[in-house]
């Protein structure tokens, strides 16, 4: 079981552009299939966006579509989250996953992830 950690959270204006990161130790990310959740304060956690274990899937909330893009840097055991366009209901706790959520049809929920972050906080101001 490997362990994840995000980075790159901050307070950042409407409109403006934020990079998280995860890094992943003791688990090879093209082996598993790896995903973006948050959970704004006082509500549930939901998906983000996910890549499947190849690279060449991507599947987006539709709140999000547009203007985040995830990507996976296989040489340094990586995930992102490119965030642009940041609007004040963006805000929460971001959290990385990985899991074999493509296999079991579970691609955009969080129950296709067993392993999960720490989270890192986004906070957008209007």
């Known amino acids: 079981q490997g362990q994840l950690q995000e980075s790159g959270g901050a307070l950042v204006q409407a409109g403006g552009s934020l990079t998280l990161s995860c890094t992943a130790s003791?688990?090879?990310?093209?082996?598993?299939?790896s995903a973006w959740f948050r959970q704004p304060a006082g509500k549930e956690r939901e998906f983000v966006a996910c890549?499947?274990?190849?690279?060449?899937?991507?599947y987006y909330a539709q709140s999000v579509k547009g203007r985040f893009t995830i990507s996976r840097d296989d040489a340094k055991n990586m995930v992102y989250l490119r965030m642009e366009d940041l609007k004040p209901e963006d805000t929460a706790i971001y959290y990385c996953?990985?899991?074999?959520?493509?296999?079991?049809?579970?691609?955009?929920?969080?129950?296709?992830?067993?392993?999960w972050g720490q989270g890192t906080q986004v906070t957008v101001s209007s």
């Open positions: 890549i499947n274990r190849s690279g060449r899937t991507t």
């Open positions: 996953a990985t899991g074999n959520a493509f296999y079991q049809s579970l691609a955009s929920s969080d129950l296709g992830y067993a392993d």
């Open positions: 003791g688990r090879t990310l093209s082996s598993v299939d």
